[in-house]
Structures are given as C-alpha cells and as structure tokens.
C-alpha cells in the first residue's frame, strides 16, 4: 500500500505542471493491452517500441532476452524508460507464462492461416502484442502458445514493415478503439497511487532524503 501522506509530500515538490501532466498521463494509461518484444537485435528497435508504448498509454513492456541482451537507447526512447515498467525475461517460456498468469491472451503480430486483420481484431480482451526478432520474426514457441494472429494489411511489394512501425500503428489503432469503447481499460485507483509514488521517485533528485527527513521529523 502506498502512504498518501508521503505521496502528498513529495509531490509538494514537484511544480503545478508537473502534477498536472501526471495526472492527465496516468488517466490515459491502461494495462488491458501490453507488449513483448523477443530477442529483437537492434537496440533501436526495442527502444522505440518503448516510446510507443509511452505514446499510446501502455504501461508496460515485456522484454524477452534469451539471446540478446542490451540496454534502452535513452536517446531513442526519448526518456520513455522512465514511465513505462519495463519486465526482462531470460526466456521466452517464463514471459509467455508470466503473461498468461496475468490473464493476457498471447497476440502474435505475423501472418498466419488462421490471423485477422488489424481492423477486426478484437479489443474486449486483455492482450498481449508479441513482436519478433527483425528477420527471423517470432519463434516457434511463441506461436504454438499463441492464442490469436494478427495482420496489418500491406498492398505494396513490400511485404513487412519494421518492427517500431508494427507496433506503432497496431497501438495506435488498438487504444483508440478501447478509449471509445465502454470496457474498463483504466488503471486501478492502487495503481495509479504506485505510479505517482514511482514517477516521484524518478522525478526528485533528493527523493531518498526527503523521504528519510519525512519519516523522522
């Protein structure tokens, strides 16, 4: 649980815009959809990924890194990797069943004999968006486990799009149609409390030292 007394405080110290942009960015963010990215190569990729993430209100990314293993470009990610909870995953099998104990559905973003388009896809279910590595595309793992394929329609001789492309259009398709919807897309209130206490924490530069003198005044 957090302590709102300390909340409280501690954004005393943080201006009126900044509270305000808090708020108005937490009321936007969900976690009925979510995304992975698996063992993608090129740090750029992951890390604007993770900005789209940000861009459209999704609050947490999953990572597998079973054989790549890099850091978040913080130039690309524009500083995204501060408000969106980033999950690393030494295999893909522990993410698939961390993400199903959550109660997501497993999305594999490729084309499959039994995929739909973008523009049918279904919105009332809790999602998660697996996206592959940049030329082998998912592993085997993550579609004999997946439970529905998904498809952006491409008319050019092109016949795939990067993998930050992928995800941007797919988020920004999916999160407007779940705004306009009547589903339970928002954050619990808890929630809310922990990210406002977390993005403090990010935020304020003494943030250790004011909450010790807080406890002991």
Not at 135 to 154: Q, R, W, Y
Request: charged share 30%.
């Amino acid at each position: 649980m957090v302590d709102e007394q300390l909340l409280n405080h501690l954004e005393s110290y943080l201006t009126d815009s900044r509270r305000e942009k808090f708020a108005k960015v937490l009321a936007q963010r969900t976690k009925h959809f979510t995304v992975a990215t698996e063992d993608v190569y090129q740090l750029h990729n992951t890390s604007a990924v993770m900005r789209s993430c940000d861009v459209f209100g999704i609050q947490e990314l999953s990572i597998v890194e079973e054989q790549n293993s890099k850091h978040i470009d913080r130039e690309i990610a524009m500083g995204a990797q501060k408000w969106v909870d980033l999950n690393r995953y030494h295999s893909v099998r522990s993410c698939l069943e961390n993400l199903k104990e959550k109660g997501y559905q497993i999305v594999a973003t490729t084309p499959h004999k039994n995929d739909c388009d973008l523009k049918d896809f279904d919105i009332t279910k809790k999602s998660c968006f697996f996206f592959g590595r940049e030329t082998e595309g998912l592993s085997e793992e993550v579609l004999s486990n997946a439970d529905a394929f998904l498809k952006i329609p491409m008319v050019g001789f092109t016949e795939s799009l990067n993998i930050s492309v992928s995800a941007a259009i797919i988020l920004q398709d999916v999160t407007t149609r779940l705004k306009a919807s009547t589903i339970k897309w928002e954050l619990t209130e808890q929630e809310k409390l922990e990210k406002r206490l977390d993005w403090c924490k990010k935020t304020i530069k003494s943030y250790d030292k004011i909450v010790e003198r807080f406890y002991n005044s």
